[in-house]
Structure formats: structure tokens, C-alpha cells
């Protein structure tokens, strides 16, 4: 009889032990877990769908989920409003690159196009740049040609025979950035070899582009103007020409995210309708998420 209550009372004595030890582990797992989420929160990137007339330029603290350092970008650089000969960013394309001189880019993505242009090369594949770097005042040409009919926007349509200002902005918008909006301003963008999707769906073209499907991430290049899809809703269309070096446009895409408002967004014809039709989020933004970090 005294043995059985000796046992039972050790018995009792293991059971509260055991409970102990089962609460020990579950706070130990609790604390660690909270740990690591609040460690998720702190890092978490900023959030893209703040409205625009918040922005701010306090650009340089923020960092993303992989600790992407946002730069601090002069804010006329980002628009465009620079001369690329005077930019200490920027280089001058060599000829044998590009279908005519006197282009630029930004230097770093320079560097790593000539190697892609050897690896393509080495594949048979030729490679050149039609357009590259792009002032405001060249994309001002381009878009102000359209907006006042001197030049089609697509088919037989001219943008002056749509009166509404906001639907004639967004047909151009099919294809061309309003000047300030335009990746090409940043000298991280290049267009190749045809501004015609049609060139890339057959022959040498078809080659063309599948060796940049293939090849391009692994020299830091991506195409931001993928189709119409899953991965992005809407913004231009889809432009297989169109390519992008993603360690600095994904860095300039952030800093104009958090330090261009539509006060910036002026100066040529039309000007009104971007706000209207939100472009920074609707199109500058809208990047197939390959190009963003
Ligand atoms: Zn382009």
C-alpha cells in the first residue's frame, strides 16, 4: 500500500515534469516564431499601391525584401532632362553596335550588353541597338508627333481624329511613354534590331528573340513589356524589341516610384491626361515582374 502511493506520487512528480517540459517547448517555438515574422515585417518592401501624391523623396532608407539599396537618383536624370554627353553615368555606343552613332547608354549596362553582343555573336546571332538612351526633349518628338497627327499611331489612325484628349493619349500609349515616363530616359533600356513585334515571330527574327529568351537574364537583361497577361494586367503593349537591364532599372524604377509626382509630368502636349489616366502606376510600373527585384 505505501509502495503503490510511493509510486503514484513519482508518478504524479514525471507527469507535472512532463507538462513543464511540453510548456518550455511550446513558448521556446512561440517566441522563435515571432521572432522570425517580425523579422519578415521589418524588411518588408514599401508598399507599391501608396497613392502618388504621397510619395516622397526619402527613398534612400527603404529597402526591399532582398535588401535592395534604392539609390539616390537625381530626379531630372529619372525624367530624362540631362544631356547624356555631359552625364558621368553615361557612354557613348560604339557604332558597331548600333545602327547609327551617337548613341548612349548607361554605363554599367553598356559594359554588359558588349558581352551578351559577343555571346549572341558567338551563337550566329546578331544583336543591335536601334535605339538606346532617350532625352525628354527626344521623347517630347515622338510623342508630340503623334499627338498632333504628323505621325500614325498604329493602322491608318492618326491621334488627331480622336478628340478626347485622355482616349487619344491612351492609344499612343499603346507603344510610346510620355516624355519624363520613358525606361529609356534612364539609359538602362535599349531597343534591337526592329521596332515590329512581326520581325521576332519568324525567320532570322524568331532566332533573335528566342536567344534573348534564353540567354539575356544571365547577362542582367529582362523584357519589360511582356504580353498581356497573368503577370501584367495592362500598361503598353507587348514590345519583344524592348529590353532592360534589370541591376540598375529595377533600382530607378523604385526611386522614380518614390520620388516622381505628377507635378514632374509636364511640359509637352497633352501633359494633362497623365494623371488621368494614372500613368505611373498604369505604365511605368506595370513591368513584367522578371524586371523588378
Ligand atoms: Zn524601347
Redesign the pocket.
Known amino acids: 500500500m505505501k509502495n503503490k502511493r510511493k509510486r503514484s506520487k513519482s508518478n504524479k512528480k514525471i507527469n507535472y515534469w512532463l507538462l513543464f517540459l511540453v510548456i518550455l517547448l511550446a513558448i521556446v517555438l512561440i517566441l522563435s516564431r515571432a521572432r522570425r515574422s517580425s523579422r519578415r515585417a521589418f524588411y518588408r518592401p514599401p508598399a507599391v499601391e501608396q497613392s502618388d501624391n504621397d510619395k516622397n523623396t526619402s527613398q534612400n532608407s527603404i529597402k526591399q525584401g532582398n535588401m535592395l539599396e534604392i539609390p539616390s537618383v537625381d530626379k531630372d536624370y529619372l525624367l530624362g532632362r540631362i544631356s547624356p554627353a555631359q552625364s558621368e553615368k553615361m557612354t557613348e555606343v560604339d557604332s558597331r553596335f548600333a545602327s547609327r552613332k551617337g548613341m548612349f547608354m548607361h554605363t554599367e549596362a553598356y559594359e554588359a550588353f558588349k558581352k551578351m553582343y559577343s555571346a549572341a555573336a558567338d551563337d550566329g546571332i546578331r544583336l543591335t541597338i536601334i535605339?538606346a538612351m532617350r532625352t525628354f526633349d527626344h521623347q517630347k518628338r515622338i510623342w508630340e508627333n503623334k499627338w498632333n497627327g504628323h505621325q500614325k499611331i498604329h493602322g491608318d489612325i492618326y491621334a488627331t481624329d480622336i478628340d478626347d484628349h485622355v482616349k487619344r493619349a491612351k492609344e499612343i500609349l499603346r507603344f510610346s511613354a510620355m516624355p519624363g515616363t520613358s525606361r529609356?530616359h534612364w539609359g538602362t533600356?535599349i531597343?534591337l534590331n526592329s521596332l515590329q513585334n512581326n520581325y521576332f515571330e519568324t525567320g532570322e527574327g524568331k532566332k533573335v528573340y528566342q536567344w534573348l529568351k534564353t540567354n539575356a537574364e544571365s547577362f542582367g537583361f529582362c523584357q519589360p513589356y511582356t504580353p498581356h497577361g497573368q503577370q501584367r494586367g495592362g500598361g503598353y503593349e507587348e514590345?519583344k524589341w524592348?529590353w532592360s537591364y534589370k541591376p540598375v532599372a529595377a533600382k530607378y524604377t523604385k526611386a522614380f516610384q518614390n520620388s516622381v509626382n505628377y507635378n514632374d509630368i509636364t511640359g509637352f502636349d497633352g501633359y494633362k491626361t497623365a494623371q488621368k489616366l494614372n500613368v505611373i502606376k498604369q505604365y511605368v510600373l506595370e513591368i513584367d515582374p522578371a524586371c523588378e527585384y
Do not use: Q, R, T
Request: charged residues 50%; proline residues 0%.
Open positions: 535605339s529609356h533600356d531597343d514590345e524592348h
